[in-house]
């Protein structure tokens, strides 16, 4: 296990758009799927409010990071976010996880919370089942040899092929993978109360790693209000065919969290949550 860093000197989340000067309402920070990196949502920025600071929460292995070792085990990797959170200003944030960034985003949420420091107040999760649902499957995926672990990224169509044609490449790739791989697959969840915070969830209507109703069983884990969007395409839907539909919809989803916060704001002698909560309720029906 290794050791937990202090919040006096961690890594920093990725900036890819900060908000203009003090407009800032909420933090977005997006996990990527498994062996991926948080450069895949650089791009996002013009599509989401203004008000959106837009980062990057890069796990070790990859991208920027890709000279660290790959984590060992989700406590240690939750051990490690927390801290890079905590680093950023202390402000409203929100997480976005695809695929395994989801499993990530939705514990981390869970941590957060339980340690009583500030807790995201909205959990964005895409193409990946509900934990629950999730914890039930242990496919081994993490065990196969190079050449089928290839062929399984060949058929989950995410990785440019270029990639894995490239024998220097996927010494580099598949070490991460192997370890996020084995992170998901080893994954129980603990008991615990839903959250108490909205989850917004999407899914791709033809993904046979992650079926549709799988996704939409997210509802389980929270008491506070759930939408869920379905989009033509397979797992990575929110990367190729319905890029834009998705951007509009992850918007218009942020556009109503903010709201939330803009009414706190301006009830803030009500019980907390409750302004928030009865607007986000009404934009969610």
Request: hydrophobic letters at 45%; glycine letters at 8%; charged letters at 20%.
């Amino acid at each position: 296990m290794t050791a937990r860093r202090t919040p006096a000197s961690p890594l920093p989340p990725t900036v890819f758009q900060a908000a203009a000067g003090d407009d800032t309402l909420l933090d977005l920070h997006c996990l990527a799927f498994a062996g991926g990196s948080v450069q895949s949502f650089r791009p996002w920025g013009a599509a989401l409010p203004a008000a959106i600071a837009l980062t990057g929460l890069e796990l070790p292995g990859r991208g920027l990071r890709a000279d660290d070792p790959p984590a060992k085990g989700l406590s240690c990797l939750l051990d490690e976010l927390v801290d890079r959170i905590a680093s950023r200003p202390p402000r409203p944030m929100a997480l976005f996880g695809h695929s395994m960034g989801a499993l990530i985003a939705f514990e981390l949420a869970r941590r957060l919370t339980r340690e009583g420091g500030v807790g995201p107040v909205a959990l964005f999760v895409c193409g990946h089942a509900a934990p629950h649902l999730a914890a039930k499957r242990h496919s081994g995926l993490h065990a196969l040899d190079d050449a089928a672990l290839v062929r399984q990224l060949r058929a989950w169509n995410g990785t440019p092929p270029d990639l894995l044609d490239d024998p220097a490449l996927l010494q580099r790739i598949l070490p991460p993978l192997r370890a996020d791989l084995e992170i998901c697959e080893t994954y129980a969840l603990e008991d615990g109360a839903p959250l108490d915070i909205p989850i917004f969830a999407y899914a791709g209507e033809t993904d046979e790693t992650e079926p549709v109703e799988a996704v939409r069983a997210w509802s389980a884990h929270t008491r506070a209000a759930f939408r869920f969007t379905a989009f033509p395409g397979g797992h990575f839907f929110f990367l190729e065919s319905a890029r834009d539909a998705f951007l509009q919809r992850l918007a218009s989803d942020l556009r109503l969290v903010c709201s939330t916060l803009l009414a706190e704001r301006a009830a803030p002698h009500e019980r907390s949550g409750a302004a928030p909560a009865r607007a986000l309720a009404a934009g969610v029906a």
